[in-house]
C-alpha cells in the first residue's frame, strides 16, 4: 500500500513535468535549472510502469481461482465488479489508454471498459493483464517520437488539445493504482496478505 502511494505521488509529478516539458517549457529552481526532456520522461515512466505491473500482476496472482468471483456484500458495495471483473476493468483501461497514445483505436474487445467477455479464468485474466501492460510499455517507448499520432480516448478527461502520450501513461498508471487498492482490500477479505506487504 506504502509503494502506491508513493506511485501515486510520483505519477502526479511527472504529469506536471510533462505538461511543462511538452510545451517545451523549463522547470526552473531558483538555484539551478532542470530541463525534463522527453528521454528522462520515458525512462521515469518505464520505472514506474514495470513497478505498477509487477504490483498489479502479483496481487492479482495471489488471489485464489476460486475466489475471481468474489465481490463484497457487507455495507455499501451493491453493482461492484468482482475480483476478476475489475482486474480485466484495469486491463482494458490499460488497453485503450495505450491504443490512443500509439494512435490506435481503441480495441474492439476492450468494450466499455469491461474487457473481453471470452476472457473469464484466472489465468486467461491475468494473461490479459500482462497484454495490457505491454501495450502501455510500448506507450512509455513512443514517448519522444515526433512522428507518431496521438489520439484522445473516450475514457480520458482530457481534450484533444490537452491530449499528449505521456498523459495518457500517467492517467493509465493512476488509474491502476487507484484500482489496486481495492484489489488489496478484496484479497484481505479473503484471508490474503498482498505480496507487496509481505515481509
Known sequence: ???MKWITALVAWLAAGSLFAQ???????????AHLDAQQEKRALQVLTKLAERLMLSAVDAMPADKFGFAPTDGEFKGVRTFGQMAKHVAAAN???????L???PPADAGDE??????RTKTEILNYLTGSFAHLSKAVDAIGQSNAFVNTSPISPLKKAEVTRSALVVESLFHAAD?????VEY???NGVVP?????
Open 1 to 3: 500500500m506504502h509503494k
Open 23 to 33: 510545451q517545451g517549457q523549463q522547470v526552473v529552481n531558483a538555484k539551478d535549472a
Open 95 to 101: 488497453h485503450i489508454l495505450a491504443a490512443a497514445a
Open 103 to 105: 494512435g490506435e483505436e
Open 114 to 119: 469491461a474487457g473481453p467477455e471470452t476472457v
Open 179 to 183: 484500482h489496486y487498492g481495492q484489489i
Open 187 to 189: 484479497l484481505r477479505m
Open 195 to 199: 505480496p507487496a506487504s509481505r515481509p
